[in-house]
């Protein structure tokens, strides 16, 4: 596997290949990543990943510094899962004058769900991405459905903004209790990840409702907030949405998304699932 530490590497090795298939990341690797690295294998001729802890889609107060970097490990998870090149830049590479005065500036739609307790998270996940998918190039990226927000953000900002890459929308990984894979679920203590699965149950007990024709979306979406509370969870939000706009849902609606976010200990764990009825 190739792994380049420059913009300028990546271009050159880009201008060789016929057909690009990109998975970017912040590394600390799991399940859930290698199923993205799989699917890009399906899709092009090469696989790139990217490694790139983005300070811009960080707050005040969250875990930039203490975000898991695992580069070695990631790097042999890459080898196994047959990833041809790996791009792994400094902030210097990326953010050669720290603060740019361009950035990409997501719709409204970036000041709700997460986005309302992150403040410019997606404008930063948005610029990087985008900056990513200049320097890369590829036909082909994929995003996982975890983060069923940032995935509509970025087929937006690529439609919106006339970006020739195509987006390809990976299953969420799951534990066998159905918790999210995710980076972030290494902070929890053990007495925490027993209870985990129970975001997880919470959207399948909704989803059921939805499925034997239940319309009071507000009252599923409270039970199911005081279901966490009583068990010890800090509920941001459970919402049900359109799958397609993320818009508010109304009753009767066929394309249903419910997405949740809530912290249990100091991990802000986030899941949804799709209901088409
Ligand atoms: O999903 C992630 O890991 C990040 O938000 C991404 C897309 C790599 C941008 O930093």
Not at 49 to 61: A, C, D, P, Y
Not at 115 to 121: E, S, V
Request: with cysteine; proline share 4%; net charge negative.
């Amino acid at each position: 596997m190739h792994i380049f530490h420059t913009i300028a590497e990546v271009r050159a090795w880009r201008r060789e290949q016929e057909s690009v298939a990109f998975v970017p990341t912040m590394g600390n690797l799991h399940e859930g990543h290698l199923k993205l690295v799989e699917a890009a294998k399906q899709r092009a001729a090469r696989v790139i990943v990217s490694i790139f802890v983005n300070r811009l889609q960080f707050g005040q107060g969250e875990d930039f510094n203490s975000y898991p970097r695992t580069f070695d490990d990631d790097c042999q998870k890459l080898i196994t899962a047959g990833a041809d090149a790996l791009f792994f830049p400094n902030e210097q590479e990326l953010y050669p004058r720290v603060k740019q005065d361009f950035n990409v500036e997501p719709p409204h739609v970036q000041n709700e769900l997460c986005g309302a307790f992150r403040p410019g998270h997606f404008r930063g996940v948005a610029t990087v991405v985008c900056k990513l998918f200049n320097i890369v190039q590829p036909d082909v990226a994929c995003f996982g459905k975890k983060d069923y927000q940032q995935l509509h953000i970025i087929r937006a900002m690529c439609a919106d903004l006339n970006i020739p890459v195509e987006i390809v929308a990976v299953d969420t990984g799951r534990a066998e209790d159905g918790l999210a894979l995710s980076s972030r679920n290494g902070y929890l203590t053990a007495d925490e990840r027993a209870k985990a699965s129970r975001l997880y149950h919470n959207l399948c007990v909704i989803r059921d409702a939805l499925v034997a024709g239940e319309h009071d979306y507000a009252s599923l979406e409270q039970t199911a907030v005081a279901d966490l509370v009583a068990h010890g969870w800090q509920v941001d939000y459970v919402e049900i949405r359109q799958a397609d706009t993320l818009e508010i849902a109304h009753a009767g609606e066929k394309r249903l998304v419910i997405l949740a976010a809530a912290r249990l200990g100091k991990p802000r764990l986030i899941d949804n699932l799709e209901v088409f009825i």
